[in-house]
């Protein structure tokens, strides 16, 4: 089992910067892809950023130059740089931890409970 806690979300203008963080507990995650969604209201959840347990990355090509997603195994923790941001970036994010196979990412079904992004335009 593993529990994941994110932090970091908030309000911020268009243009600006945050930085997710997610914590995961009861297990490592230094063999697992790690990643991260986000559901936007009246939307699906969607792929923003995934990383390997080696550290390939996987981006959504909305976001790709401006978001970084980055691990630090011996913490247990994922983090999501996001630079430039901009109104369609609105949503609540998810930390999750997965597989990559075949350039994809997949969920394995560990998911936090979210954390609030809001970008005013």
């Known amino acids: 089992q593993v529990q994941l806690v994110e932090s970091g979300g908030g309000l911020v203008q268009a243009g600006g910067s945050l930085r997710l963080a997610c914590v995961a507990s009861g297990n490592t995650i230094s063999r697992n892809a790690m990643g991260w969604y986000r559901q936007a209201p009246g939307k699906q959840r969607e792929l923003v950023a995934g990383i390997g347990s080696g550290g390939s990355t996987i981006y959504a090509d909305s976001v790709k130059g401006r978001f970084t997603i980055s691990r630090d195994n011996a913490k247990n923790t994922v983090n999501l740089q996001m630079n430039n941001l901009e109104p369609e970036d609105t949503a609540v994010y998810f930390c999750?931890?997965?597989?990559?196979?075949?350039?994809?990412?997949?969920?394995?079904?560990?998911w936090g409970q979210g954390t609030q992004v809001t970008v005013s335009s």
């Open positions: 999750n931890a997965g597989r990559i196979r075949g350039g994809n990412y997949y969920s394995i079904g560990y």
